[in-house]
């Protein structure tokens, strides 16, 4: 445990005044490579966070955004249970620095709500006949795997007891195959609708439901477009 009887009182007087983003703060062990290491780990929900709203923006596809909805439900849910438990940090890190309560643990909960959800993606919407086993297999298994660490990295540098990763990890499962659901069964059958509709027309709403293979799909069309273009300048010319 850190001793902080040694603070001069004009840092003690800084953090009373100031109060950093925890959002995007992490503490690590000055010296301590692996510790360092961790901390970098530990933001990849950020990462994620961040490519999913890009991605929500540039595809604007029905399935992309029902995810990014699903991803902002979990952490509200994630925040109000923490408000509600008010269960405490390892007593490593000054409350005056990390402020937010320890259980459950928003990225184990923001990961597995991840990997639950596109496990049961892959395995209902990913055609063994579009998309090969091991490229499946591959993906839920990179996934498990940055999970795993990333809820490991959050023990190591003592922000979380097992037992909160544990709990965090449990939610995100439940709340991940919950949406999943309610995407797969309940609202992916009107998203035509939604994308035909006046609004859906006007902000360029895609719906990928009944393409088999997103990837292959976007190739050919890419390429026919490329290739018709070169056709009329070739006519004009």
């Known amino acids: 445990?850190?001793?902080?009887?040694?603070v001069s009182m004009d840092v003690m007087q800084y953090l009373?005044?100031?109060?950093?983003?925890?959002m995007f703060l992490v503490l690590y062990k000055r010296g301590d490579r692996f510790s360092r290491l961790s901390a970098w780990v530990s933001q990849i929900p950020l990462v994620v966070a961040f490519s999913v709203s890009c991605l929500m923006f540039i595809r604007r596809d029905m399935h992309t955004i029902c995810?990014?909805?699903?991803?902002?439900?979990?952490?509200?849910?994630?925040?109000?249970?923490?408000?509600?438990?008010q269960g405490s940090r390892p007593p490593t890190h000054p409350k005056s620095l990390v402020e937010s309560h320890g259980m459950p643990s928003n990225h184990a909960q923001f990961m597995f709500f991840m990997l639950t959800y596109?496990?049961?993606?892959?395995?209902?919407?990913?055609?063994?006949?579009?998309?090969?086993?091991?490229?499946?297999?591959?993906?839920?298994?990179f996934l498990a795997s940055v999970s795993i660490v990333?809820?490991?990295?959050?023990?190591h540098l003592e922000y979380h007891y097992f037992g909160q990763i544990s709990v965090g990890a449990l939610l995100g499962a439940i709340l991940g195959s919950t949406w999943f659901y309610i995407v797969h069964v309940l609202l992916t059958p009107h998203f035509p609708w939604i994308v035909e509709s006046k609004i859906g027309r006007a902000l360029m709403l895609q719906d990928f439901t009944h393409i088999p293979n997103v990837f292959t799909f976007e190739y050919n069309a890419a390429r026919s477009h490329r290739t018709r273009s070169r056709r009329k300048a070739g006519c004009s010319d």
């Not at 990333?150 to 023990?155: A, L």
């Open 1 to 6: 445990m850190a001793i902080y009887s040694n």
């Open 16 to 22: 009373k005044d100031w109060k950093p983003l925890e």
């Open 67 to 85: 995810y990014a909805i699903g991803m902002l439900i979990n952490e509200l849910i994630c925040r109000n249970i923490k408000d509600f438990i």
């Open 118 to 141: 596109f496990t049961l993606f892959v395995y209902f919407r990913l055609s063994p006949r579009h998309y090969p086993s091991y490229i499946r297999y591959f993906f839920v298994i």
């Open 150 to 155: 990333t809820c490991f990295t959050r023990i």
